[in-house]
Every structure is written in C-alpha cells, then in structure tokens.
C-alpha cells in the first residue's frame, strides 16, 4: 500500500540511524511541524534541535513543509544549520525531487520523516525513497479533532 510508511515508530528518538546509514541512505528530508517542533511554534525542542545537529555530521538534511507562512519559514531557517523549505505542497514529491537534484543524491538515498501518512509518506513513496512515520511531536496535547485525524489516518496504513 503506498501509505503504509517502511517503519513506524512512536518518536524520532526510536529511528535507529546508523542503520538507516548502513543501507545507504545519504540524505534525510523530516516535516517540519509536529514532526521536529510543535506545530506552528517556530521553536525546536532542545533534544530535537541537538539530534538534528548530531544527523548532519552523517547525513545531508533538510526541512521540507507544506506550511506557505514565508516568515515563519524563513524564522525557522534562521535557527536551523540546514535548508527549510517551505510551500513543498506534499504529497507533492516535486520540492523534494529539486531539492534532492541540487545535492546530487538519489531519492533511493533517500528517508522521508513525517506525522501524517497522507502528505510525508506518500510525498516519500511518490518519490521513491524510503519512508518513516512518528507520532506528533505534541501528540498528548493536540486537540480533539487532530487526535480523531491522526487516528483515523493510521487506521487506513494498517490496512
């Protein structure tokens, strides 16, 4: 199924990225709200923020979002040793496709890393790299009809 991402785990501290390297994957292209900072905050969590420094001594990183915010966007950028792109209009994998062209690595060198199926893991699959879906970065105090969204969204991967 094209929605079901390659791995599933519950935090980006679960992703074991020494074998995501050791099957030769050069570049990682994360979401950006809900997946490394909460949604609309313009702030990374600390830990999140010295994972993301650790992953570019291996790997080349970037930020792909669907938000069209252009300050917020270029806030974050501002904050962060690595590109943000916003507008991506995943599921969309044409920014991804560019950006990946740019740094000269293959989308089979590839790992997307997103909260939601319907745009990060289809924007990966539609890509051609490999997949990873995390829960919301905030998922304890997310609202009641995301909560109900991001259920039923996981009910239609298990499938």
Known sequence: MILKPDYNVVSLFDIDFKEIKALGVNALLFDLDSTVMPSKSGEYPMNVKELLNELKQNFVIAIISNNKNKDYIEKVQAMSAFPVIGHANKPSPKIMR???????ISPAETVVIGDRPLTDVLAGKLLGAKTILVDSITKD???????????????????
């Open 141 to 159: 105090t997310e609202n009641k009809p995301t909560r109900i969204v991001r259920k039923l969204e996981r009910l239609v991967i298990r499938k």
């Open 98 to 104: 560019e950006f990946l062209k740019s740094v000269n």
